[in-house]
Every structure is written in structure tokens, then in C-alpha cells.
């Protein structure tokens, strides 16, 4: 289809390809653990993906894949194929993690989380939420420590603190120092406080040293790293820390660190290799359009929508789906699945590369006659007493009532 845009003459060309080498990479904004690393995500039963390196505030799947679609058992390949035609066409599925989580994930939707609507991501580590709020803190609160599954943060001991001349206060934590005010592994991930299995914050704590700071009376704000969890304490005379009802001067606080925090999501991105006999729609030489793309002069789109195309080798594309037109997925019995996908290049280009010139046709033309696949009934010479589409019919029909 050739069009001029601002002066220039392009030409797309629009198809569709077949991707059995083709899946789906799933970003799930959660603290909250849902499977071990390389756990297997299973749909209906059937092995269909695995969980991979987690990101930040989020928890990663790879599903998909030759392997799963084509190199298993027929009903593996048919459950692949299923579950990855409805994430792309923005379905919800049922996911279940082995040892693991039961997780509904659908694009644009917050994920559901063993029966659990998950409505925030974090808006950083515990450190990071220390070094965002420290300042709201001060003179508000003796201590405050951060919960979270990654790095917990002490902001007594944290750069933050210090530099605001935060004071010590001979706090304990059960866990790994890695810098000052920073611990690793104050708990195993879980989906409780911070993504940790804690449903006592109190359980990182260890005895309180009077040498460094810790006096009766002094107080303590615990808090996770979305805001959801938060509880205060007062140190008693045994410098035990016993729970108080939470004061309103730490509330808008609290209530920050929630404002701060994003909707929870699901992301779907489709991941595809195009290549085979799709490349020799587009010229006689494949490897030409396989250049031109990775020379920037081809853009390549899906549905319309921006693609991110690996570097490298081949023609390897991530989209977003919730950028692609409803419904634009389908399937064929490989098991694979078929997704739109265009190629945009000026149309000088085009015809250098080895493309069929003689089949370039205006938008207008292919707006007024159709695509490929021409009906026969709407050119020149048609019967005229059969008209398509039957217009005089569809409006009778409406005019009766008819559905």
C-alpha cells in the first residue's frame, strides 16, 4: 500500500505472519513472592512458561516458546497455544506457579494474586523509601525501619538519616548488613510485609542497645515499602517496643509513601521472530528486508502499534499489547499463533530491496476495491442483480425488526 505522509512516499506492507517461535513476557507489579526463579508456570495443568529474574517492584514470567508450543505433548502445545492467544487478545487467564502462587493475569489489569486483587507496586526498595521520606520523618519519629523483602531500611543509620543528623538509637536488625542503614535478607519473600513472609514486624528486631541510644519512651515507626502495612511503637522500660495506637502526626506520612506508589498491573508484551516465507512477502531477497530493518530503514509495526526490535540477527520484536486492535491475535493448529504485522519504508527503498513494485496499490484503491483477496461481486461486470454487499436486504431487515 503506497500513501504520501508530509511529502514523502512510502510504502507499507501489510500481512500477517505465523509464529510458532513466538511467547509472551508477563510483568506483574507486586512485591508479594509468587514462585522461585525458573519455577514452572503452568495453564490448565500443562507446563507453559517459567518464572524469571524479578524487576524492580514487579514479578517477571516467560511463557511460550517453540519448545512449549510444538515440543511437548499435543495437549501442552494446545494449552501454550490457548493461554497465549487470550493474554494477547487481553483475556484474563488462571496461572498456576509450582510451589508457588495461583496468579490471574490479564494486560492492563491489576493481577489477582491467590484470590487477592494486588492494587500498588512499591514506589522503591526500603532504602530508597528511606532516602524519598526521611525528611518527612524528622522530628516526627525516633526511628523508622522500611520492610521490605530486597533491602530494609533503617533510617537512623541510613546516608539519609545522617545527613539530616538523625541520632542513633541502638536498633537491632536480624538480618545481613550490607552498607550502613541497608539489610538483606531480613526474612524469606512471602506475601506478607514487603514481600516478605513477616506478619510481625517485630520478628527483625533484636535486643536494643542502651550504649548507642536506646532509652524508654523511645519511638519507632514500622512501615512497608507500598504504605499498605504500618504499626507504631513505643520502647518501654525494659526497652521492650510495645504497640500504641498510630498518631496522627505520622499519618500523612504514611499516607505519602501511598500516593507515591503506581497501580499494580499486568503487562503483556509479544515476543515474536519474523521470519520464513513472511519475509518473501515482502521481497524476493528475504534477508534484504531483514537489513533494511535492522539499518532502521523498515519500521515495523504490529497492528499499527511500535514494536521494540532486537539488535542482532533475524527480526525479533517485543509489542505491548494493549496497543494492538482488539482481537487482533489468532491461531492456527501447529499449534501457533498469528498476529498482524506491517513494514513501512520509503518507497524507493522498498523497490531497492527487491519488492514488488507491480503490486503497490494507493490507499485509495484499496479502500474502494478491497485487500488481496478481492470479491469478484464488487468489480466491474458484476451481475446486477447481485449487488454486494445487499444493502436493500440488511435494510429491509432493520426496518422489520430483525436482529
Not at 64 to 82: I, N, P, Y
Not at 395 to 403: D, F, K, L, V
Request: charged fraction near 20%.
Amino acid at each position: 500500500v503506497s500513501q504520501e505522509v508530509e511529502g514523502v512516499d512510502l510504502v507499507t506492507v501489510v500481512t500477517e505472519g505465523i509464529f510458532s517461535y513466538c511467547g509472551v513476557k508477563v510483568k506483574i507489579d507486586t512485591d508479594r513472592h509468587i514462585g522461585d526463579e525458573t519455577a514452572i508456570v503452568r495453564s490448565q495443568g500443562e507446563a507453559i512458561g517459567h518464572v524469571t529474574t524479578g524487576e524492580y517492584g514487579s514479578q517477571m514470567l516467560s511463557l511460550g516458546g517453540v519448545h512449549h508450543l510444538t515440543g511437548g505433548s499435543k495437549q501442552e502445545g494446545r494449552a501454550t497455544c490457548d493461554a497465549l492467544l487470550n493474554l494477547c487478545n487481553r483475556k484474563p487467564v488462571e496461572l498456576t506457579i509450582d510451589g508457588g502462587a495461583t496468579v490471574i493475569v490479564e494486560a492492563g489489569k491489576p493481577p489477582v494474586i491467590d484470590g487477592k486483587v494486588e492494587h500498588r507496586m512499591r514506589v522503591g526498595c526500603g532504602s530508597a523509601t528511606i532516602g524519598m521520606f526521611a525528611t518527612q520523618w524528622r522530628g516526627l519519629v525516633d526511628e523508622v525501619v522500611v520492610v521490605d523483602d530486597h533491602i530494609t531500611g533503617v533510617v537512623s543509620e541510613h546516608q539519609a538519616g545522617k545527613v539530616l543528623g538523625w541520632e542513633d538509637t541502638g536498633i537491632k536488625i536480624i538480618g545481613r548488613r550490607s552498607t550502613p542503614g541497608r539489610y538483606f535478607k531480613v526474612s524469606e519473600p512471602g506475601l506478607g510485609w514487603g514481600g516478605t513472609t513477616i506478619s510481625d514486624p517485630l520478628s527483625i528486631l533484636g535486643d536494643w542497645n542502651v550504649k548507642k541510644g536506646a532509652r524508654p519512651g523511645l519511638s519507632l515507626l514500622m512501615v512497608s515499602t507500598t504504605g499498605e502495612q504500618f504499626a507504631y511503637y513505643e520502647l518501654d522500660d525494659e526497652l521492650k517496643p510495645v504497640q500504641k495506637p498510630f498518631p496522627e502526626r505520622l499519618q500523612k506520612s504514611v499516607g505519602l509513601i501511598e500516593d507515591n506508589c503506581e497501580p499494580a498491573l499486568c503487562t503483556v508484551l509479544f515476543v515474536g521472530g519474523a521470519g520464513g516465507s513472511l519475509r518473501a512477502g515482502v521481497t524476493e531477497n528475504p534477508v534484504n528486508l531483514t537489513r533494511s530493518v535492522q539499518g532502521l530503514k523498515t519500521y515495523v509495526t504490529v497492528g499499527g502499534a511500535p514494536v521494540y526490535v532486537w539488535p542482532g540477527g533475524g527480526i525479533t520484536l517485543m509489542v505491548d499489547v494493549t496497543r494492538v486492535p482488539e482481537g487482533a491475535f489468532g491461531y492456527v493448529p501447529t499449534p501457533a499463533l498469528v498476529a498482524p504485522i506491517e513494514f513501512t519504508m520509503r518507497r524507493d527503498d522498498y523497490v531497492r530491496l527487491g519488492g514488488y513494485e507491480n503490486e503497490i496499490r494507493s490507499v485509495e484503491d484499496i479502500l474502494a476495491k478491497g485487500g488481496e483477496y478481492l470479491n469478484p461481486r464488487r468489480g466491474t461486470g458484476a451481475p446486477v442483480n447481485n449487488p454486494w454487499p445487499p444493502l436493500a436486504q440488511l435494510r429491509r431487515a432493520a426496518a422489520n425488526g430483525a436482529g
